[in-house]
């Protein structure tokens, strides 16, 4: 799992085209289609290749993943204009100005969490209910065993 910033028109039904969004990309020297496959349309920034933008067919929106640093949300709230979008992240906050992406050095400052130790972690629910069965089974057995 991960963390996307997206680039959609505020209208789901009015979602950026893929002629659309082809006729952008060859008409700007920045970037370069890197990848096609049925439903996904990847570009990258100045030749770099952390710095993908990924056209979602099923979706009619642009988005990217994991961003690095502020350098791809920067790109893509320039652009948002074209197509009359908007630049939104996962936790449904809004890109529109340097202020609320940062500075690199901002980007290069955040602390690194530590690892949660193993038994602070949070379970996938399968990881849960494999868990509650296996301490039944033990359970029955300690019962079988110790009170007859």
Known sequence: MGYSITLNRPEPSTGISEQEWRDFVTSRPELKIVKETANFITVILDGDDSLALHYSTVDAS?????????RIIEYMASIAPHFGGVVTGDEGETFSSRADWGTQSDWDSQPIFAEKPWWKREL????KVVLGVLLGVVAIIIKQLFFP
């Open 124 to 127: 996938s629910g399968g990881k």
């Open 62 to 70: 642009v988005f990217t993943n994991n961003p690095k640093g502020p």
